[in-house]
């Protein structure tokens, strides 16, 4: 009660944010590819959950989704978000059936949206906007903000840098790095208008995409950098006056 945790699960090459919410509500954000999916679920049962509050599908790449299914047959889930996008995966098929299985509906992730304000911490969405069209489904990211006290934070899905800027984050604490630290989503740009303290890339060790780039490693030169494949899970804590990080809650899978 009264306190914010934010744990950045590693699940290899993808996503997945579990917020431990300060009036002890919960919120996940994305599950990593299918197979990462029974990680994500033991994790969250190790922290004593059964329920899971809000759950946000940031866009439908299965690096991203993959895991939701198995989340959604294990916890009773109040509500889910996402954009209004569509993909013809396999992937997004499964994941738009868990959905229905479970008698639930998609509330639509666009900009101007609160999707939890309580206990002086509210979380609202600020990408896509209303109409927004874009070619890279990448693009089509859900970008929350997150507000607690004086701190804040930014989750940006796998944004790509000109879509961030434009969603107008200002300053932020804490950066999840966009789309595993790929040069697209984290530039100079990107820094100057976020002026992160700290930021957390989440990748998968040796992964063929060479992530995180050396552009972005770069670019967050001034900011405390965490990452998945060397630190395990990672659990930023805050009281509303400053973060807290926790490395190696879960061993690196290098080891």
Known sequence: EGTLKVHFIDVGQGDSEFLELPDGKTMLIDAGEAEEGSNVVSYVKSLGYSDIDYLVATHPHSDHIGGIPAVLSSFDVEEVWAPKVDHTTDAYEEF?????????????????????????????????????????????????????GDDSA????????????????????????????????????????????????????GNSYGHPHQEALDALSSAQVYRTDNDGTIVATSEGDGFSFETRVTKPRAE
Do not use: M, Q, R
């Open 96 to 148: 738009l059936d868990a959905v229905a299985d479970e008698g639930l509906s998609i509330t639509t992730a666009e900009a101007g949206k609160t999707v939890y304000d309580a206990n002086g911490c509210k979380i609202g969405v600020l990408s896509p906007g209303s109409g927004a069209s874009y070619e890279d489904l990448n693009d089509w990211s859900a970008i929350l903000g997150l507000t607690f």
């Open 154 to 205: 930014l989750f940006t899905g796998d944004a790509g840098s000109s879509v961030i800027s434009a969603a107008e984050p200002g300053n932020v604490d804490l950066l999840k790095v966009s789309h595993h630290g790929s040069e697209t989503g984290t530039d100079a740009g990107v820094v100057s208008d976020t002026t992160p303290k700290f930021a957390v890339i989440s990748c998968g060790t």
